[in-house]
T-cell receptor, first 115, second 116 residues
């Protein structure tokens, strides 16, 4: 079974600075997808960014980018120019490439942004 | 209007009561999911359905049942609620959609359930 590990339960960053959230996963599959979801206090789950395992290029979405290291099974999220609105729980998630499409989540990490 | 809606948004019930959480979607997706979120544990899959005639157990299905009444509706039931089912429950959908949406799950706003 696949597992996703977020080893840091909490992090903080100063506004306008850069922060990196770490995620590792375990799988024997070669075809899969990885996601970062954000959950603000409103509790809505918001997709931040996704990465297809077959793509070598790291995904980027505005201030958000990932460092995808397939061999190391590492998938970190970098937030540049942090804003107060980035404060939230962040979840890393894994999805198999075929079949069930179930998401396997990490336990989450709380990000605080200090003004 | 929200694409994925959940009712109720908050519910307090007592041990032993039957309760149903409902999920509706207007995205036209064929796949629907129920997840449970507990502090420090992330989200865990309870049940999922790929169409009206297809229901599958997830990681933590014991104590829960589901019904896929239509493509757009997927309900989660707790036949006899117990306190350790106190959690935040999310419905999600996925489908072919646009190329950007493909492989993505869209979440409802969540239902906060408290079992006393």
């Amino acid at each position: 079974a696949q597992t996703v590990t977020q080893s840091q339960p909490e992090m903080s960053v100063q506004e306008a600075e850069t922060v990196t959230l770490s995620c590792t996963y375990d799988t024997s599959e070669s075809d899969y997808y990885l996601f970062w979801y954000k959950q603000p206090p409103s509790r809505q789950m918001i997709l931040v960014i996704r990465q297809e395992a077959y793509k070598q290029q790291n995904a980027t979405e505005n201030r958000f980018s990932v460092n995808f290291q397939k061999a190391a099974k590492s998938f970190s999220l970098k937030i540049s120019d942090s804003q107060l609105g980035d404060a939230a729980m962040y979840f890393c998630a894994y999805r198999s490439g075929g079949g069930s499409e179930k998401l396997v989540f990490g336990k989450g990490m709380k990000l605080t942004v200090n003004p | 209007d929200a694409d994925v809606t959940q009712t109720p948004r908050n519910r307090i019930t007592k041990t032993g009561k039957r309760i149903m959480l409902e999920c509706s979607q207007t995205k036209g997706h064929d796949r629907m999911y129920w997840y449970r979120q507990d502090p420090g544990l992330g989200l865990r899959l309870i049940y999922y359905s790929f169409d009206v005639k297809d229901i599958n157990k997830g990681e933590i299905s014991d104590g829960y049942s589901v019904s896929r009444q239509a493509q757009a509706k997927f309900s989660l039931s707790l036949e006899s609620a117990i306190p350790n089912q106190t959690a935040l429950y999310f419905c999600a959908t996925s489908g072919i959609g646009t190329s950007k949406e493909r492989n993505e799950q869209f979440f409802g706003p969540g239902t906060r359930l408290t079992v006393l």
